[in-house]
């Protein structure tokens, strides 16, 4: 019955899209039930200057790893093709830019997880979802970099085109997309999973903050109405001598 079961076939072919639903559905449910959950506690008293090497170097970092994943996973093949742009180039682009990103999230990540278990007041306001959601970044972000090994290997840009074929064929619905990459190295595929893994419990974790940093500037644009100012009448003087004053309309 199992003879033809592969493993692979549930993570790249069926987990992308089941992540990608529960980031969803799973997030609207959140924003819908429970408003007041929806934000990423702070606990900014305690061991300041430790949170604010930790936050810097972990959100620019990451911000940068984020977009570069986006941009290179998601820009069609024929747009390099078509710029003429070396696939060789965008490798080392991917390893001199990602590189430093991910060595300077991580240091970050470990300040920050480091401050949060070794402080006793953060850690008895700190959920098990905080501390499993913290991990889960540090490992994943030591993956990453661990990754460039095996892609220094394949500096002529082979192994990244088929990543961008796997990541595009997903979106665009193609169910056979999971065999672009099933003979890729076990550090890859890990890092897809442990990405995949988080994204699933993005709606349920701190990580939902994203969310509102990326949704603030289009919920102001998109506002329902103006805030309507009444001017005040200007009042005329007292009489000189008089106790009261006219009241204000």
Known sequence: MFANFDINFIIFGIMPYAALTI??????????????????SSS?????????????????????IFFGHLVGLFT??????????????????????GGPAGIAALIGASLLMHRRLSEPRIRATS???DIIIMALIWLQLAIGLLTITQTLQHMDGSEMVRFMSW?????????NAWVTVVDVHWLYKLHIFLGLLITALFPFSRLVHIASGF?????????????????????PLPKQGSAKSTPAE
Do not use: E
Request: hydrophobic share 50%; glycine share 6%; charged share 15%.
């Open 76 to 97: 069609p093949v024929w747009v390099l093709d078509a710029l003429g742009v070396p696939y060789a180039l965008k490798q080392w682009m991917a390893v001199i830019i």
């Open 167 to 175: 990541s595009q064929s997903i979106v665009t619905w193609n169910i």
């Open 44 to 64: 900014q008293l305690l061991r300041r200057k430790q949170l604010i090497w930790g936050s810097i170097l972990f959100h620019v970092g990451i911000i940068t």
């Open 215 to 235: 949704a603030a500037p289009f919920r102001y644009l998109l506002r329902p109405g103006y805030q309507i100012v009444r001017s005040r009448r200007q009042q």
């Open 23 to 40: 980031l969803v559905v799973g997030s609207v449910a959140r924003y819908d039930r429970d408003q007041y959950t929806w934000k990423s």
């Open 127 to 129: 959920s098990w979802m």
